[in-house]
Every structure is written in C-alpha cells, then in structure tokens.
C-alpha cells in the first residue's frame, strides 16, 4: 500500500513514522486560507484542501493512503497565525502568557478515493513567563513556522496539555490511527 503524507512538517513526518515505517511526503503546493470562522472547521477545510492537491497530482491512484493535516491555535475565539517575524511571535506568546488557549488540528485521510475528515482538540495551558523568557524562547527557537509561535516539545513555556500532546505539534496520531 502506497502511503503519502501531504505536509511539508518535519514534525509531522517524525509523528506518522510512530505509526508507519514506510511513506511518501508530497509537499501540497495550495494557498493555506480559508474564511472559515470556526477553527475546527477551518482546520479541517484546509486538510482537506492538502489532501485533494496532492490526490489529483497523483493521478488519482485510488490505491494510494493520503494522510494531510492543518494545526491552528485558538485564543479567545481568535485563530493566531504563524508569525512572520520576531515581532509577531512575540506579540502572539505574550498574548498566550499565563493562559489557556486551544489547538485544533484537521485530518483528512483519503482511503479508495474517499475522503474521511475528523479533528481532535488540545488545551494547553501557558505558565507564566517573563518578558526575558519569551525573548529567549523567540531567539532560540525561531518558531516562525509554528501557529501559536511556539512548539510544545520545546518543553520552555507551556505549563500543562489536557488532551493529545501529539495533536498540539502537529498529528493527532491517537485519533489516526483509527483511520488508517
């Protein structure tokens, strides 16, 4: 069975090796916006987005196993964005500071040509982190290609996850592998 994740995560790829020793990344070349208020929703939109582009770049080989995801971080009814700049991620992990915030990520799995779409929910919760911290955090980490500005495995600025640490950087893996 021909397996193809559709990210361009090294994360991502790092968390299906735990459930699949042997696959194919193709990274999917579509615009990753939507207008999609909800952030379960949208999460899930744009996996399916992924998933679809690298399908019909494949021709349509119906015994291939794609497998996309789309991670997005929710503070106050607000999707934050991957930061673009150091100035961004610092106003988005002082905005996080000493709070609970959610992290949505969007699975599509296309199986036979037929697509199944779930998303799984983490609450993580910042500790309080000084001004020092957070620019230490920024600098060392460079977490420009990370909603939220931030990695959990970082292990620096969350204080605790109620629900998939997985899901939080990046594959849900626990509610995958019911899928695939």
Known sequence: MRVILASSSP??????????????????????????????????????KKAEEVFKNIDGDRNAVIIACDTIVCFNGEILKKPKNYDEAYATLKKLNAKEHCVYSGVCVIVGGE???????????????SEEEIRGYIVRYKPFDKAGAYGI??????????GSV???????????KLFI
């Open 11 to 48: 994360r991502r790829a790092a968390l299906l090796k735990e459930l699949i020793d042997d696959f194919e990344i193709i990274h999917p070349l579509c615009e990753e916006n939507t207008k999609e208020i909800l952030p379960d929703k949208a999460a899930m939109e744009l996996a399916v």
């Open 115 to 129: 697509k199944r779409v779930f998303c799984d929910c983490s609450k993580v919760l910042f500790k309080r982190n």
């Open 153 to 162: 495995q970082d292990d620096a600025l969350v204080e605790r996850c109620e």
């Open 166 to 176: 997985n899901n939080v950087i990046g594959l849900p893996t626990e509610k995958l």
